[in-house]
């Protein structure tokens, strides 16, 4: 009964979690440049507008992230669960 519970259960593929995250610690950085810390990391980030780089990065990632998602979604609906 247990085996069914977890076969039942939609799993999110590795890749997706990894690359949500990689998106998330990117965001990091991008905030604080743009909160004007960034001199604090590196002097090359003392510029408000260099976190761009960072958000552009951001927003790559998590977008890259929803790719293994939809076609785990595609598989499971052509296996018909």
Same mark, same amino acid.
């Given at each position: 009964? !247990?085996?069914?519970?977890?076969?039942?259960?939609?799993?999110?593929?590795?890749?997706?979690?990894?690359?949500?995250?990689?998106?998330?610690? *990117?965001?990091?950085? !991008?905030?604080?440049?743009? =909160?004007?810390?960034?001199?604090?990391?590196?002097? /090359?980030? *003392?510029?408000?507008? /260099?976190?761009? !780089?960072?958000?552009? *990065?951001?927003? !790559?990632?998590?977008? *890259? /992230? /929803?790719?293994?998602?939809?076609? =785990?979604?595609? =598989?499971?609906?052509?296996?018909?669960?």
């Amino acid at each position: 009964m !247990a085996d069914e519970a977890v076969s039942r259960r939609r799993r999110v593929p590795l890749l997706a979690v990894v690359l949500f995250v990689l998106a998330g610690l *990117s965001l990091v950085p !991008a905030l604080i440049c743009f =909160a004007g810390e960034g001199a604090r990391l590196h002097p /090359a980030l *003392s510029d408000p507008m /260099a976190g761009l !780089a960072f958000l552009v *990065s951001a927003i !790559a990632l998590a977008g *890259s /992230a /929803a790719f293994p998602l939809v076609f =785990a979604r595609l =598989a499971r609906r052509d296996r018909g669960e």
